[in-house]
């Protein structure tokens, strides 16, 4: 998902449903509101996952009703038109109400898909509830609203929030997005603002640089106003889902926004209603959200890393809704001390060896998450490992004779520039190589995005030649050479490392003979590319010297057996060794 997409919070004042991401957050009542009235909730809306993205289909859901959910854990598996992405809550609750049934297709952008709320007791109030024609409490233009029922009248739990916002003038809080798909990114860094307090801002300009676990990102904002606070600073990590800015819509509202701090969400402070609450049945009850005795507010699974970790949680500042603490909390915890302050921690001393004999070194993010999915890959894939060699006399000849041709250094076509597109006109001709598996089916692409490994300081990304293809050399080139830049400077955005089809690892220019790659899950296969080296061949009843290259096309053997792997190499042996066939 793009940082367009995402992260926006607008406030009006004396309002009470107001957007939070793609999301409708409503300000209601407690447990025991009169019929038709419901809690304070967030309807969760379909999301847009691509960027040419107008429906989707709902492939699993990760949660059931009444679960807890974590800040930055899955809720549901969404197919695009690209692929299928990861959907992950922003914020910390319970999964309340589902409106989307799993395999639905064709689901609009925008559609609400389900209901999530911020106290497990709430749950049963959602049996029912139809967002179309739900009434809320909150909706009316006073800040502080009342409801009455049968018994008598209930306090709006939200009565703070409105009163404290009502002061100021119409405002968007923007919010830290979630501009990676990895499941367990929880924070990201906010590398560099590019626009300064009291910058008038367009629809579609970067605002700043987002660094998460793959790249540095630029979060877009999708409306027109006026920036008014940076509510964090440069190189600061923070925690998707907390303010980082505030925005107005006009410009003489900026100096009213100078001491504004962003509501947080109320803890439950609701007086007990008069009227009964409902019953709820033994069967469909679920166990309550775990609070720490000490009335320490966190998450069920920050308190379980905690307790595994050994971390005290009275020593934690919270950054979720209402200062909970979150699991991120708790990682970001793990490197320091709490209880003595930020001091690196000392190994025991009765640790053999000493420091003086090794250095422990902290994973990255980035370095996490490709540790997470080689693992889940080798164990999940039945990977095969089919090897050919190809003599490429031919094509290093072509590739020289073109790059002759270039005036003053206008292009240069690499031998990997070969291979892709080799590749690509393959992946056209045996296409089951050119598939996903998704579960109870296989999804099998009709253009060929090829991701090519690109080895950073932060480790190996995927950028992707999109349309490959339908592209000739000059372009698959300069393709690879800009999406490189990029992934060097950290500089990709999503679409351009998420979605290939297949992928070309190349290890030839560093004098690797060959090797077998690890899949890049979803994808079905990888090309892993060896040295090109003379030798000597029969050519007949003579010999000759030959240039071989050797390649191995990892497979998954879900998806593509040992037949269809062995037609693909052949048809990509035969368009590396007659180039020319590639651009008829």
Known sequence: MSGSSRGC?????????RRMGDHLVVRGLSSGSPPGVFPDHT???????????????????????????????????????????????????????????????????????????????????????????????????????????EGGEVENQDQDEPSRTSQYPPHSVLY??????????????????????GDEIQEGDSIADVETDKAVV??????????????VQEHSEVAIGKPIALMVFNRDDIGAMADFSPPHRPQSSVPEPKTQPPKIDEAAEVSPIPVLKDRVLASPLARKRAKDTGIDLNQLKGSGPGGRIIIADVERSKAVDVRTGPEPLQPPPSM?????????????????????????????????????????????????EVNQQAKSGEYKISVNDFVIKAAAMALLKVPEVNSQW????????????????????????????????????KAISGDVKSLSQK??????????????????SNLGMLGISEFSAVIN?????????????????TDGDSTKVASIMTVTLSCDHRVVDGAVGARWLQVFRDHMEDPFSMLL
């Open 9 to 17: 919070n607008v406030v009006k004042s004396g309002c009470g449903r």
């Open 43 to 149: 309807v969760l809306s379909f999301p847009k996952l691509s960027p040419t993205m107008s429906h989707g289909t709902l492939t699993s859901w990760k949660k059931k009703e009444g679960e807890a959910v974590e800040s930055g854990e899955v809720l549901a598996d969404i197919e695009t038109d690209k692929a299928t992405m990861e959907f992950t809550a922003e914020e910390d609750g319970v999964l309340a109400k589902i409106l989307v049934s799993e395999g639905e297709s064709e689901v609009p952008i925008g559609r609400p898909m389900a209901v999530m709320v911020y106290d497990q007791a709430d749950v049963v109030a959602f049996r029912d509830f139809d967002p179309a024609s739900a009434p809320t409490v909150g909706s009316s233009t006073t800040p502080s609203s009342t409801a009455s029922g």
């Open 176 to 197: 830290m997005p979630k501009l990676s798909p990895s499941p367990d990114m929880t924070s990201s860094v906010l590398s560099k603002w590019m626009k300064k307090e």
């Open 218 to 231: 630029s979060f877009d904002v999708q409306e027109s106003g006026y920036l008014a606070k940076l509510l």
């Open 352 to 400: 053999s060896g000493g420091s003086e004999f090794y250095s422990d070194i902290s994973a990255t993010k980035f370095q996490q998450v490709a540790a997470r999915r080689l693992t889940e890959s080798k164990q999940n894939i039945p990977h095969y490992y089919l090897t050919m060699e190809l003599a490429v006399d031919k094509m290093l000849k072509l590739r020289e």
């Open 438 to 473: 998704m579960g109870d089916f296989v999804r099998q692409f009709h253009t060929a995005d090829i991701s090519v490994a690109v080895a950073t300081d932060l480790g190996l990304i995927t950028p992707i030649v999109k349309s490959a293809d339908r592209k000739g050399l």
């Open 487 to 504: 992934a060097k400077e950290n500089k990709l955005k999503l679409e351009e490392f998420v979605g290939g089809t297949f992928t070309v």
């Open 521 to 537: 899950p979803p994808q079905a296969a990888i090309l892993a590319v060896g040295q090109t080296s003379k030798r000597v061949v």
